[in-house]
């Protein structure tokens, strides 16, 4: 059974560092691309970052850009971010998820790609 699950979310405050894990299970992970976006109630869903698969190119949003690393532990069947230097804007729900049909070689920062979503952690930076 293919299953994500996120966790490492919490509430801190402006400038500290959380580290997000996607535990992955039922498919191997080296072979696909994961994502990880966030969503704000009345936004989009905003692709951060994502780590294509057998160590291919990743990519980052630009207000993540020097902050936020995402990397990949095949023996631990997960792909973590760390984000430092949080901010405000920084608060939203984390989701990682797998493109389990990939159509190219790098993976891809458009949610519509991706096909196995996990539940999401919550991520609070206070000012």
């Known amino acids: 059974q293919v299953q994500l699950v996120e966790s490492g979310g919490g509430l801190v405050q402006t400038g500290s560092s959380l580290r997000l894990s996607c535990e992955v299970s039922?498919?191997?992970?080296?072979?696909?691309?994961i994502g990880w976006f966030r969503h704000v109630p009345g936004k989009e869903r905003e692709g951060v970052s994502c780590i294509s698969s057998r160590d291919g190119p990743t990519y980052y949003h630009d207000s993540v850009k020097g902050r936020f690393t995402i990397s990949r532990d095949n023996a631990r069947n997960a792909v973590t971010l760390q984000m430092n230097s949080l901010k405000p804007e920084d608060t939203a729900v984390y989701y990682c998820?797998?493109?389990?049909?990939?159509?190219?070689?790098?993976?891809?920062?458009?949610?519509?790609?991706?096909?196995?979503w996990g539940q999401g952690t919550q991520v609070t930076v206070s000012s």
């Open positions: 998820a797998a493109d389990l049909r990939p159509m190219y070689s790098y993976c891809s920062r458009d949610d519509w790609q991706y096909t196995k």
């Open positions: 039922g498919f191997p992970l080296n072979d696909y691309h």
